[in-house]
């Protein structure tokens, strides 16, 4: 006799009695019952497992005493009686140690497996799903920071193939004003984050600091708000800046500008079928399509998502100083 899913359901009672009086009696008895449980769901799933796998290698005398243990098993898990479950467990756990102990898995072995399953999850994950990444440089200030921790969703735009820049399906492009994470054109070993700007037959350029797309100027207001930035932490590396509010697309965004640097022009660009420009939104600091040109779209990893963590830097010897870096108040940011 099999037991079902309602066999292992919650159970308040004992044998019929009432729990004890008092809160805290109560609470101790109810994870008694369910430890129980989960002590008798593991041991009859392994003693089915067994069975089914190798019984054409177990004696019938021997199925029947397992069968008459696991029977005991779900008897009391649906009498609810904590001592004897813990007792039919026990119970079952020497047959299947006397009879069954060829088929048993070893502690060790359950272990490994589990850890296995673990990795092989969070490989998928990562491969398909979410990937973790640090941001390295300045150069999205202030959209993101230095030693800000971040996640990017690999499916935003369709899924790739692990370890490589081959496409197994398309189901979206990226829209202007995403944050894209890429593999740098230049070296595929690298990833950049930048933002998106321009799209497959935009022509973009830039006059005076002035960004344009498709001949129109992207609206922006200045902040009249003190801004100063400094990426590495070191005394003297201070950047006074300006910060502005653009409007890309459908993404109201922050960027900055150096008043001390000379305003970047870069010439009208075409972007060709199958790629994007890119810019930071650090515009006078950002090394981008600018320089180097424009993203094929089979190199994007993903779409930033949020910020998980973030930390500026500090000595590493100080624990003060380390705690005191962390920037809580950037902790689960949504990436704009």
Known sequence: MSATQGDLGDTHGSGGNEPPAGFLAWWRRRAAVRRAQLEARHLLKEARRILKRKGDQI?????????????????????????????????LDEVMDDHLSFARKSTLREYAESIGVAIAVALLLRAFVVEAF?????????????????????????LSIPFTDMKVLKYSQPQRGDVI????PNDHSTDYIKRVV?????????????????????????????????????????HDCEYWVETLGKKVHETILEPAHSAQDHPRTVIAPGEVFVMGDNRDNSYDSRKWGTVNMDLIKGRA???????????????????????????????R
């Open 59 to 91: 004696p019938g005398a021997v199925a029947a005493t397992v069968r008459s243990a696991v029977q005991a098993v779900v008897d009391a898990v649906e009498a609810g009686d904590v001592e004897r479950m813990r007792k039919a467990n026990v119970a």
């Open 134 to 158: 640090q941001i390295p440089s300045g150069s999205m200030i202030p959209t993101l920071e230095v030693g800000d921790h971040i996640f990017v969703s690999k499916f935003s735009y369709g």
């Open 198 to 238: 321009g799209l497959p037959g935009d022509t973009v350029e830039t006059r005076q600091g002035q960004l344009y797309v498709n001949g129109n100027e992207i609206h922006r207001e200045r902040e009249r708000r003190p801004c100063r930035y400094n990426e590495s932490a070191t005394a003297g590396d201070d």
């Open 181 to 184: 994470v890429f593999k740098f």
């Open 305 to 335: 998502l949020i910020i998980w963590w973030s930390r500026g830097n500090s000595a590493p010897w100080d624990p003060g100083a380390w705690l005191k870096a962390i920037r809580w108040n950037r902790f689960f940011t949504v990436v």
